[in-house]
């Protein structure tokens, strides 16, 4: 059997898979990209300006207000869930847990339930009188009372939280079907060489779930940059003082509302580059031996 | 570099094909002089019409399909083909509609600058001033309500110009009162600003809540602040600088004083605790529960409240009769269609005076012949207070008709205000700019 040179009518074969890909992946992609050297309102004539989209886009105060907002939601989608979920899913793995097919399914819940409707539910905890400052009445702390999603100083944090919530259940179940391949000698090496809990996740399960750790940064890094249901609905028109405003968000507004097509276009393509950038960046370093 | 940015051009030259927007730059619609006008349905032959239209809340959707099977009909040689769309839907949907090969014939589109302002200027509209003559909407309809569809070509001036469309019907922005607490309290409705301060103020002393109010979505500090201006502000300046004529300026000593009497609202407790993360929905509902003795509302809310709260819900004018008021989504012809003078009588025939009929049947308040209509309880308040207000000249219009982005700028400038963010020098400094940089740019 010769290692053959893969005979050209391979490319036969995922010719139907890329035609789809090319049509409603790439095409748009590139039309995006086209739209994006114009300055168009979306009903008159385009003018063609260059790259004058993407350099207004630097001193553009929304913009970058967007990008920084979305710099803190990727603490509350990626950081916190892969970490939470790190710590969880190592002690759910070292006890049994009677009904822990239960408890996946229902850590991994918020992943299901679309998000619209997630963030109707945290609206009415973070309403003014909703569960949240009950709570926090009924355990004495009234002085931390206040209206969550309407105060520019608590909207864009109450709405990462909900990131936090939805993201770790998916870290979570991705970490425990990885530990789950871990040999159990592994587990009784570190416990023989009189190592304690730290030392066997630092030396077993953190080397062991590189992967896992990858594929969960990746897919939350990415809900993070592209998050718009949960802020359109739970703060309409970008927050309280414009404190909750994403690149989605400004990509939208751009494109239906105040008629700059060709801006909103640029972001896309700016987003765009940066997901792809991130999750680059994520591959290179934990899917080395992948 | 630029060699590989030329042939990602070129290539996105041969995928897309063309510039942006270059299907639509055709010709702007030539009016339709009255007098070649066709009214009669039943002559023009097999016609289809597609209609775009958001009427799909409650009342709403009960009489525009009410009158469309009475126009079916009527005139079975007129095919109406029904595209229902919530109102955020519509507004996002409906440039792309317009631009389109298969462009709807009528469709309810936003009377703002951004939205038929903008549609005028890229000739995607029918004039129906022709229309108006031949169907004698002039007559039937105040100049209030018709000037909130007239556009010049520039699509510059909300008020000017030509006619783009009709509306169904009325709104206000008044003051709906709890008739139960005003009772209790031992005062009266007020009829003077003075009787509403010491109303606001023997509410508050006497335990209840003077204001219901949330602001998440941003509008409602609008409605306060609109009507904090009607007390200090005269009508006609406050139209002027609603759509943003020239010359006019946020900077007055009126508007100072409104922007403080509204601070003062929320420094007096007059809100709700956390107003600022209260949904608008959540409030009157609160309000339909007995928190609250006034709550500054539309009159898109009558229906609801009426049903929640009987004869306990009160609406009037504010003291002083100036009032914040428009119409519904008016119905506009698509600068394509193919049946222009088919899809004006159907607009004809959801707007005249048996349409109105329906209308308030079904618990809308139509734009016309409000007083001939039988209602009762807080409707009847409601439709006398439009009565009024549509034929004198106190009805002034919302304020995101200034400039395209005046409905973000006013709405997110108030939620500053209140949440101090903002002093009233900068709140009105932030609204000035709005205005002198839309100027510029046009």
């Known amino acids: 059997m010769a290692a053959a040179e893969p005979r050209r009518v391979g490319y036969l074969y995922i010719l139907p898979a890329f035609l789809v890909y090319g049509l409603f992946l790439l095409f748009p992609l590139l039309h995006s990209g086209w739209i994006s050297l114009f300055s168009w309102d979306g009903l008159t004539l385009g003018t063609f300006v260059g790259l004058d989209n993407y350099a207004a886009l630097a001193a553009d105060v929304g913009f970058l207000s967007a990008f920084g907002h979305v710099a803190v939601l990727l603490v509350f989608f990626a950081v916190l869930p892969v970490s939470i979920g ?21 850590l991994f819940l918020p992943q299901v339930v679309a998000m619209v409707v997630v963030a109707i539910a945290w609206q009415r905890i973070f309403a003014p009188d909703g569960a949240l400052n009950d709570l926090l009445r009924f355990v004495g702390l009234d002085g931390l009372v206040t209206a969550w999603l309407g105060d520019s100083g608590t909207a864009l944090i109450a709405v990462g939280l909900v990131g936090t919530w939805v993201q770790t259940g998916l870290a979570v179940v991705l970490f425990l079907g990885g530990i789950g391949k871990i040999s159990t000698e592994l587990f009784d090496a570190v416990r023989l060489d009189g190592g304690g809990v730290a030392r066997e996740f630092r030396t077993v399960v953190l080397p062991a779930l590189r992967a896992e750790i990858g594929v969960a940064l990746t897919l939350t890094v990415i809900a993070a940059l592209r998050t718009f249901d949960l802020v359109y609905v739970m703060t309409p028109q970008g927050g309280p003082g414009g404190s909750t405003t994403v690149p989605s968000y400004e990509i939208y507004h751009r494109a239906f509302h105040s008629g700059q097509v060709g801006s909103a276009a640029a972001i896309g393509i700016t987003l765009t580059a940066l997901a792809f950038l991130i999750t680059f960046g994520i591959t290179k370093v934990t899917g080395r031996d992948r | 570099m630029r060699g590989f940015a030329a042939s990602l051009a070129a290539l996105s030259l041969v995928l897309a094909g063309c510039v942006p927007g270059s299907g639509s730059s055709g010709q702007r619609p030539a009016e339709r002089p009255a007098g070649e006008v066709r009214t009669d349905p039943a002559t023009m032959g097999e016609v289809t019409l597609t209609v775009w239209d958001q009427e799909v809340r409650g009342g709403q959707e009960k009489q525009i399909t009410a009158l469309n099977d009475a126009f079916q009909r009527k005139f079975p040689n007129i095919r109406i083909k029904r595209v229902a769309r919530s109102f955020d839907d519509l507004r996002s949907t409906v440039k792309l509609g317009l631009t389109g090969a298969d462009a709807p014939d009528v469709v309810q589109v936003n009377n703002g600058k951004q939205d038929m302002g903008s549609f005028v200027k890229a000739g995607l509209l029918q004039p129906l001033d022709g229309y108006a003559t031949a169907h004698k909407w002039t007559e039937r309809m105040p100049d209030s309500v018709l000037r909130l569809a007239k556009y010049p070509d520039s699509g510059a001036v909300l008020g000017e110009g030509k006619l783009y469309g009709v509306a169904q019907t009325g709104e206000l922005v008044g003051l709906y009162y ?74 007055t000593d009126a508007n100072k004083q409104a922007a403080r009497l509204v601070l003062s609202w929320a420094d007096n407790g007059y809100f709700p605790q956390g107003f600022a993360g209260i949904k608008g929905d959540d409030s009157w509902a609160a309000f339909a529960r007995g928190e609250g003795v006034f709550h500054v509302s539309g009159t898109w809310l009558s229906a609801d409240l ?128 709005d205005l002198d940089k839309n100027r510029g740019g046009r």
């Open chain 1, 86 to 106: 790190l710590v969880l899913a190592t002690a759910l793995s070292r006890t049994r847990i009677r009904g822990m097919a239960f408890f996946r399914t229902a």
């Open chain 2, 178 to 251: 709890n008739k139960e607490k005003l009772a209790k309290l031992g005062i009266q409705a007020p009829r003077t600003w003075e009787e509403f301060d010491a109303a606001l103020a023997t509410a508050k002393r006497a335990g209840e809540l003077p204001i219901q109010f949330g602001n998440l979505e941003k509008s409602s500090g609008t409605y306060l602040f609109s009507l904090a201006m009607h007390r200090y502000g005269k009508a006609e300046e406050e139209t002027r600088l609603a759509t943003g004529r020239d010359g006019v300026t946020w900077n």
């Open chain 2, 306 to 433: 009426q049903a929640a709260m009987g004869d306990k819900a009160g609406f009037q004018l504010p003291p002083g009769q100036t009032v914040t008021g428009g119409t519904g989504l008016p119905f506009a012809v698509s600068g394509r269609s193919k049946n222009p003078d088919a899809a004006a009588a159907y607009i004809d025939f959801i707007t005249n005076s048996a349409a109105m009929k329906v209308l308030a049947d079904n618990g809308n308040l139509p734009a016309t012949e409000a007083d001939k209509q039988a209602v009762s309880g807080l409707n009847k308040d409601v439709f006398a207070a439009w009565q009024t207000a549509s034929r004198s000249a106190q009805m002034v219009p919302y304020l995101d008709y200034a400039t395209v982005t005046a409905y973000d700028v006013v709405t997110g400038a108030t939620e500053q205000l209140l949440a101090k963010q903002l002093s009233v020098e900068q709140f009105l400094t932030v609204l000035q700019d």
